[in-house]
C-alpha cells in the first residue's frame, strides 16, 4: 500500500499538478512569460519552505495518518473549489488577450503565429523532447531522493526530524532567490543557454536546480 499511494501520489500530484501551471502561463503570457512564470514559482518556493515545519508539526502532534487526513481535506476542500472558480485555460475564454494589451491584438496574435506548436505525437518524433525528457527526469529523481531520505539522513547524523525539515525549508528560501533571476534571464536570452549554464551550476549546487529547469522547460 505504501508503494501504491506513492506511486499515485507522485503521478497525480507532483508530476500531474505541476505540469498544469507550467502549461497554463505559456497560454496567458507571451513577451512576459519569464516574469509570470518567476511569479508563480513564488507560490511553490513559499510552500517548499512552510510545509515541511508545518508537516513536522502535524506528524509529531497528530500522528501520521492524521496529518494526510488534514491534508486531503485541504485539498478537497480548499484547492478544488479555488480551481474551478478561478482557473481558465486561456485568456480569450474571458475577453483577454495574452499579456493583457488589449490594444495591442494584432501584435499578441503575430507573437502567437510565430510561435512552434507541437501535438505530443509530432514532439514525440523529435530529437529535442526526449532530450528534454532525460535532462528533466535525472535532476528530478536526485531531488526526489533528497527530499524523500532528508530526515533519515539527517537523524542519522544525530539531529532532529525537525532539524531535517528546517534543512528543506532552506532549500526552498534559495530557489526562491533564484526564482527572479531565473524568470529575467529566460526573458532575454536564449533557453537552450539558460539550461546550459543552469546545469553547469547545479553540477555543484543541486537544490537550485529547480526553478530555472522547470521555467526553462515551460518556455520550450
Known amino acids: ?8 501520489l507522485r503521478l497525480f500530484g507532483q508530476g500531474s499538478m505541476t505540469l498544469i501551471p507550467n502549461t497554463l502561463i505559456p497560454q496567458w503570457f507571451v513577451s512576459r512569460r519569464g516574469i509570470a512564470l518567476s511569479l508563480m514559482a513564488i507560490g511553490g518556493a513559499l510552500a517548499s519552505a512552510s510545509f515541511p515545519p508545518i508537516n513536522d508539526f502535524l506528524i509529531t502532534n497528530l500522528g501520521i495518518e492524521h ?27 474571458i475577453g483577454e488577450v495574452p499579456d493583457g494589451e488589449k490594444g495591442e491584438i494584432q501584435e499578441n496574435n503575430e507573437k502567437l503565429s510565430a510561435e512552434i506548436s507541437w501535438s505530443l505525437s509530432e514532439a514525440k518524433t523529435t530529437k529535442v523532447f526526449w532530450v528534454m525528457l532525460f535532462i528533466m527526469a535525472v535532476p ?5 531522493g533528497l527530499v524523500f531520505h532528508m530526515v533519515s539522513i539527517i537523524e542519522g547524523k544525530g539531529h532532529s526530524s525537525s532539524f ?7 532549500f526552498a528560501i534559495a530557489q526562491l532567490i533564484t526564482t527572479f533571476l ?5 526573458d532575454r536570452t536564449r ?9 553547469i551550476v547545479s553540477y555543484h549546487y543541486e537544490p537550485n ?3 530555472t529547469n522547470s521555467m526553462a522547460s515551460s518556455f520550450i
Open 1 to 8: 500500500m505504501l508503494i501504491f499511494g506513492f506511486f499515485f
Open 67 to 93: 496529518a494526510w487526513r488534514v491534508w486531503a481535506l485541504l485539498l478537497v476542500g480548499v484547492m478544488v473549489p479555488l480551481g474551478l472558480i478561478f482557473v481558465r485555460d486561456k485568456p480569450e475564454q
Open 140 to 144: 528530478a529523481m536526485v531531488n526526489t
Open 164 to 170: 531535517g525539515a528546517f534543512i528543506l525549508s532552506v
Open 182 to 186: 531565473a524568470g529575467y534571464i529566460l
Open 191 to 199: 533557453v537552450n543557454v539558460a539550461k546550459g549554464v543552469n546545469f
Open 209 to 211: 536546480i529547480t526553478s
